[in-house]
């Protein structure tokens, strides 16, 4: 996603500037083209060359000898987006009073009026960050277009703890991707469920699947970052939350149905990409079930359907929400995915045959179809679940799009 794009990376004079250098890693691994310029403070935590290594160009510095005299001009032209990591209280009381006396603030200050987006990364201690001159200027930069991320709460370099932290570097990514994205889901509501229900036999035993969860968070924290008001339903999930979204966990599938008819009213697009237990044990002992004389083959399980939650919201009014389901299927993959997609009066279905090497459950890819009414199949090649969420979200840009136009 940013391959070949030029990203211009400001570092200041903060501690958290070790994380900056993370930061510029992960952005050359996905392909961006980093340009840094450090201020003297800065090149006080770290020297230059480091981040030369890994950008691998010149870094930018007020006093180089090798400065062209409209450097603040060549590169803040040149690039697709500024970030400034770790964006200290001196950065951005200098930024919102238009002061441009270094190489960084200087670029900054032409980078607002051309207009290129800027992210901005604050980080230092607790009790400067709810200075009320610091929050003004944040206010302020927030009010001329200026983006921010961060920052978290926790214990500071100093001892502190409070807010301040930078942003963990691979949040910073995900913002930076959905600003190279164009943030085309800001302002929208998704509502994402994930991973596996569990239906208890007992206190120690559940019947439950092999989903893992993580194309449903992939999808909540691409959506996120690609500007959207995300809520995630989760079942049972080793994984870790996205950052940005609202979690909320559940355990069965009943659990579930509650939830999603509760959070549904207030979403505009509903993905329903939790793996649903088709059935739970008619009856839950409250106690541990002992083994007996009795063969455990002669031991008769009852169970009875869980609800069919996406086809009972499906005939709810929809008033212009968009329902995407999923379909893992072992056969007859597409059929059966085109038969739920009629039943369901869905607007899109992602199917994927769970046999097939890589498409199935806890890996990090997939190799799925989407499907659109009425028998509309696109085949995607295998892809990282991270780039399916991608397409999938494309897709319901794509239905978004002339709703809106119809209701402008």
């Known amino acids: 996603m940013l391959k070949d794009t030029p990203i211009l990376l400001g570092l200041t004079g903060g501690i958290a500037i070790y994380k900056s250098a993370e930061l510029t890693r992960l952005l050359r691994r996905e392909g961006a083209e980093v340009h840094c310029v450090m201020t003297r403070n800065a090149r006080r935590f770290i020297s230059p060359l480091l981040f030369e290594a890994l950008a691998q160009n010149r870094v930018a510095l007020d006093e180089s000898e090798s400065a062209h005299p409209f450097d603040h001009i060549r590169l803040s032209e040149k690039a697709r987006l500024i970030v400034v990591a770790p964006a200290t209280a001196n950065l951005l009381g200098k930024f919102a009073s238009g002061i441009a006396d270094d190489l960084l603030t200087t670029m900054l200050t032409y980078g607002l009026g051309r207009p290129v987006p800027i992210l901005l990364a604050p980080a230092m201690n607790a009790s400067m960050y709810r200075n009320p001159a610091v929050q003004e200027n944040l206010r302020r930069l927030k009010k001329w277009g200026v983006l921010t991320v961060g920052p978290d709460s926790g214990e500071l370099a100093c001892g502190d703890e409070g807010p301040g932290r930078m942003a963990e570097p691979e949040e910073i990514l995900d913002r930076i991707k959905g600003i190279a994205h164009g943030l085309d889901l800001s302002g929208r509501t998704i509502l994402v469920t994930a991973g596996p229900t569990r239906e208890p036999l007992d206190p120690v035993r559940v019947l439950s699947n092999r989903s893992s969860g993580r194309m449903g968070y992939e999808l909540a924290r691409v959506a996120a970052r690609r ?12 994984l870790p939350a996205p950052p940005g979204i609202d979690l909320v966990r559940i355990e069965t599938a009943e659990e579930l149905k509650k939830k999603t008819e509760e959070l549904y009213s207030s979403a505009q697009v509903l993905v329903m ?4 237990a088709d059935f739970r044990p008619r009856h839950s002992h409250p106690q541990k079930q002992k083994k007996s004389e009795q063969k455990a083959a002669d ?88 780039e399916v969420a991608e397409r999938i979200l494309d897709r319901v840009v794509k239905i978004l799009q002339p709703r809106h136009a119809r209701k402008t």
């Open 273 to 276: 990409a939790a793996a649903v």
């Open 227 to 238: 500007g959207a008001r995300v809520t995630l339903i989760s079942g049972p999930t080793q």
């Open 299 to 386: 031991r008769l399980l009852e169970l009875t359907s869980t609800p069919d939650i996406l086809k009972e919201i499906s005939q709810k009014p929809r008033r212009g929400r968009i329902l995407v389901g999923f379909a893992a299927e072992s056969e007859k993959t597409i059929p059966h995915a085109l038969a739920k997609l009629r039943a369901k009066n869905l607007d899109l279905i992602v199917a994927n045959d769970i046999s097939r090497p890589g498409s199935g459950f806890e890996v990090s890819t997939n190799q799925v179809y989407l499907i659109s009414p009425p028998d509309k199949v696109e085949e995607l090649p295998l892809l990282s679940k991270e």
